[in-house]
């Protein structure tokens, strides 16, 4: 699970670099975030992800400093969990028909794997820094085009 | 007289060991708290130093905000731990935030590369 995460972590930090992933704000989109997996006693969902300990501590989604795109039938989630203390990242996959969303990285769950979180903060790092940088190129276009 | 200036001499010297007792017993206090804290705290703080290098040196990212949170995580871990941090630390933390008072030059940055993977590397050993 942890190679995949990380894979996939990589894969992200590429694509955004590309241009090749296109990430709005949480807050500005009208997609919904599909709950977790009820019951980590049912083999079935084994798999298919753990409970974050984020939902079941006082930790809040900042749904403004968290982020999305959508890849062909699925939605990948930054989200951001903000505490008293420290403020937790999160990433989180779901596709159109699945039921659920699937945990791939979470400050909670992989808090030994060193590498595995520095990535994953590095890629919230260039998403945030990203979107502004596109606010401003959207902005540039928009200007250009209107005269 | 002689006797006299002894005797103080002796008293004072008393309330002397009085004190330092105390204050000693204070800052080994302190120290264990920050060593206490510095391990529970040692993982986020690497993990935040590693992707903001990998961000400037890989990502080429050179923001503002990438700037402020490299800065506010080498005050933290300066201000926080600076009992227990041996000197080559604080060292390499200073020259860091020296290159990122402003956009960082390209000529500096495999300098501040170098100052962040000693703090990285150092943050392997926990304090005992």
Redesign the interface.
């Known amino acids: 699970m942890n190679k995949q995460s990380i894979q996939l972590i990589q894969t992200l930090i590429t694509k955004t670099k590309d241009d090749a992933l296109h990430w709005t704000k949480y807050d500005d989109s009208n997609v919904i975030l599909k709950p977790l997996p009820g019951s980590p006693l049912n083999d079935s969902l084994k798999y298919t992800g753990k409970v974050s300990l984020s939902l079941l501590e006082s930790k809040k989604l900042d749904r403004s400093n968290s982020y999305l795109c959508e890849y062909e039938s699925g939605v990948i989630f930054l989200l951001l969990y903000s505490g008293f203390a420290s403020s937790d990242i999160e990433l989180r996959v779901q596709t159109k028909k699945s039921e659920y969303s699937k945990v791939y990285a979470s400050f909670d769950i992989d808090v030994k794997d060193l590498s595995l979180i520095a990535q994953l903060k590095r890629l919230y790092n260039l998403v945030s820094s990203r979107k502004s940088i596109a606010d401003i190129d959207e902005f540039v276009s928009n200007f250009i085009e209107s005269e | 007289m002689l006797s006299t200036i002894a005797d103080w001499a002796g008293i004072l010297s008393f309330i002397m060991t009085i004190i330092l007792f105390i204050l000693s017993h204070s800052l080994f206090k302190n120290m264990s708290e920050q060593r206490k804290d510095y391990n529970e705290k040692r ?2 703080i ?3 130093l ?3 290098r ?2 400037i040196w890989c ?1 080429d ?1 050179d ?1 503002i ?2 700037r402020s ?1 490299l800065r506010q995580s080498l005050y933290s871990y300066r201000n926080r731990y600076w009992f227990i941090a041996f000197p080559f630390r604080l060292y390499h933390i200073q020259r860091s935030l020296t290159y990122i008072k402003g956009p960082i030059q390209n000529k500096h940055k495999e300098s501040l590369c170098n100052h962040i993977d000693y703090l990285i590397g150092n943050m392997d050993k926990r304090e005992v």
């Open positions: 993982i986020e690497q993990t935040d590693i992707s903001l990998d961000n990502d990212l923001s905000e990438i949170k």
